[in-house]
């Protein structure tokens, strides 16, 4: 069999079209059921995998989560306070708010170095100030042990020194004695 050119088969699908749309100018047509969307146009309604619509839902529609309201109204700007009143979405608007994020982006790493900075300092401060503690807890600790290397020896010394007092009161006990036997021997001696 042979080919046919492919304008051939062109030429009855373009002219089925032509003769199929309603002429310009003429009252719309009315969507066949089923091919409506709840926005009123009329555009066919799409499905997903498994079959549900896809897309907006109809007024009164529930959802897996409950009710579904396809169009959120705003009632004012305030419920949407990071739009500005009259520009909405237009490219410089959003030019703008990005070069602001930018800005206060750039302000936050700069708070956030002179914070890291800040920290790094209160570290080195805190550094120091624990290398002096430990000195001073070891100083007053040599101290302690140098008082009581002190004491022991004072007591040590007191001891001795007692011991020294007495042998010497023992010395000159003996001292008197002999002396007080000596004279009572003069004396004794002289009388008779």
Not at 14 to 30: D, E, I, N
Not at 43 to 54: A, C, E, I, K, Q
Not at 86 to 92: E, H, I, L, T
């Amino acid at each position: 069999m042979k080919a046919l050119p492919l304008w051939t088969l062109a030429l009855p699908v373009l002219a089925f079209s032509c003769a199929t749309a309603p002429p310009m100018g003429s009252a719309p047509v009315q969507a066949t059921p089923g091919w409506e969307t709840s926005m009123g146009g009329n555009n066919p309604v799409l499905y997903g995998r498994d079959g549900t619509p896809v897309g907006t839902m109809g007024q009164g529609t529930q959802g897996m989560n409950g009710p579904v309201n396809p169009t959120p109204t705003v009632t004012s700007t305030e419920d949407m306070p990071h739009r500005p009143v009259d520009a909405g979405g237009s490219r410089p608007v959003l030019l703008e708010l990005f070069q602001e994020a930018i800005a206060e982006r750039d302000n936050l790493k700069v708070e956030l170095d002179v914070a890291r900075e800040a920290l790094m300092e209160t570290e080195d401060r805190l550094l120091e100030m624990e290398a002096q503690l430990t000195a001073e807890l070891q100083a007053g600790q040599a101290a302690k042990v140098a008082q009581e290397k002190a004491e022991a020896q004072m007591f040590e010394m007191g001891k001795r020194l007692a011991v020294a007092q007495m042998r010497r009161l023992e010395a000159e006990k003996l001292l008197l004695e002999k002396t007080l036997a000596e004279r009572r021997n003069v004396t004794t001696g002289a009388t008779e």
